[in-house]
T-cell receptor, first 114, second 113 residues
Framework: EAQVTQNPRYLITVTGKKLTVTCSQN?????MSWYRQDPGLGLRQIYY???????DKGDVPEGYKVSRKEKRNFPLILESPSPNQTSLYFC?????????????FGPGTRLTVL | AQSVAQPEDQVNVAEGNPLTVKCTYS??????LFWYVQYPNRGLQFLLK??????LVKGSYGFEAEFNKSQTSFHLKKPSALVSDSALYFC???????????FGAGTRLFVKA
């Protein structure tokens, strides 16, 4: 089954404790992206990757890091989480970064930073 | 700057009635517009998209959307709402060149039996 998976689905942590949220897709997509969803703000793009070893900032990259060492994986790293990073996070992928391409979304990771 | 607006936080309709969820956009270049739906505790699912051509786009689950260039709108519609359509709906635009995506704030649709 074609899908985007994220782990963990739920995470409660404390300020300053480094964490990684994993994202993996099995569709051989070149493009992957991370979003955060906050009430009243919709989804905002954090980082995206056009291909292996090629990443760029979205609209809200502060406090986040990403890497793309393999085509299928695109982990999101919070090196020193803060309470304002409490949010619902989604990973997405699409065949290319083309402007007409449909994105496929993972199930989401709900992060709480205390 | 590119933006997508969904002017209604919530839309309430009775089952069997037509529904409309509104979206307006402001983009440079050609607008590539998408609608996604989010059911509780699920990721976003693609409904439909406008790329070019016919202004009326048909998508999944009986939804359709009308692209109106003069009004810069891309409203989502369905002729007869179902209770199971109750969900959070997002309008989105990918910029020309494609790498960034802008989402609207979302509209929660409630369909009452």
């Amino acid at each position: 089954e074609a899908q985007v998976t994220q782990n963990p689905r739920y995470l409660i942590t404390v300020t300053g404790k480094k964490l990684t949220v994993t994202c993996s897709q099995n569709m051989n997509h070149e493009y992957m992206s991370w979003y955060r969803q906050d009430p009243g703000l919709g989804l905002r793009q954090i980082y995206y990757s056009m291909n292996v070893e090629v990443t760029d900032k979205g609209d809200v990259p502060e406090g986040y890091k990403v890497s793309r060492k393999e085509k299928r994986n695109f982990p999101l790293i919070l090196e020193s989480p803060s309470p304002n990073q409490t949010s619902l996070y989604f990973c997405a992928s699409s065949r290319t970064g083309g402007d007409t391409d449909t994105q496929y979304f993972g199930p989401g990771t709900r992060l709480t930073v205390l | 700057a590119q933006s997508v607006a969904q002017p209604e936080d919530q839309v309430n309709v009775a089952e069997g009635n037509p529904l409309t969820v509104k979206c307006t956009y402001s983009v440079s270049g050609n607008p590539y517009l998408f609608w996604y739906v989010q059911y509780p505790n699920r990721g976003l699912q693609f409904l439909l998209k406008y790329i070019t051509g016919d202004n009326l786009v048909k998508g999944s689950y009986g939804f359709e959307a009308e692209f109106n260039k003069s009004q810069t709108s891309f409203h989502l519609k369905k002729p007869s709402a179902l209770v199971s359509d109750s969900a959070l709906y997002f309008c989105a635009s990918r910029n020309t060149g494609g790498f960034k995506t802008i989402f609207g704030a979302g509209t929660r649709l409630f369909v009452k039996a």
